[in-house]
Nanobody, 124 residues
């Protein structure tokens, strides 16, 4: 069983930065593909970013490309999302997700394991 725990959310002004952390409690972190998703109030959960087993491949939603950066640390079993130049439309609950084989990186249904989420609020 894989347990995911996000942290690092908070309230920030437009243009500010936040760094999200996802601690992955599993012995075989290196076998999991990872993703970040978010859900704004009244909206569906949407893809934010993806990173493969060793960090060599990453993908981003167009809305965050150039502002967000995903990374992972295999020694600490942690995945990160560095968020810069935040905008009010980035306000959402952010979730980390994992699976050993992700068939379509943009689809929430491709991920079997999820964290509880961390709230990010960007004020204008």
């Amino acid at each position: 069983q894989v347990q995911l725990e996000e942290s690092g959310g908070g309230l920030v002004q437009t243009g500010g930065s936040l760094n999200l952390t996802c601690v992955v409690k599993v012995d075989t972190f290196y076998t999991y593909e990872m993703g970040w998703f978010r859900r704004a109030p009244g909206e569906e959960r949407e893809f934010v970013s993806y990173i493969n087993y060793d960090g060599a491949a990453t993908y981003y939603a167009e809305s965050v490309k150039g502002r967000f950066a995903i990374s992972r640390d295999g020694r600490s079993n942690i995945m990160y999302l560095h968020m810069n130049n935040l905008k009010p439309e980035d306000t959402a609950v952010y979730y980390c997700a994992a699976n050993t084989r992700v068939s379509y990186v943009y689809a929430p249904s491709s991920y079997n394991f999820w964290g509880q989420g961390t709230q990010v609020t960007v004020s204008s």
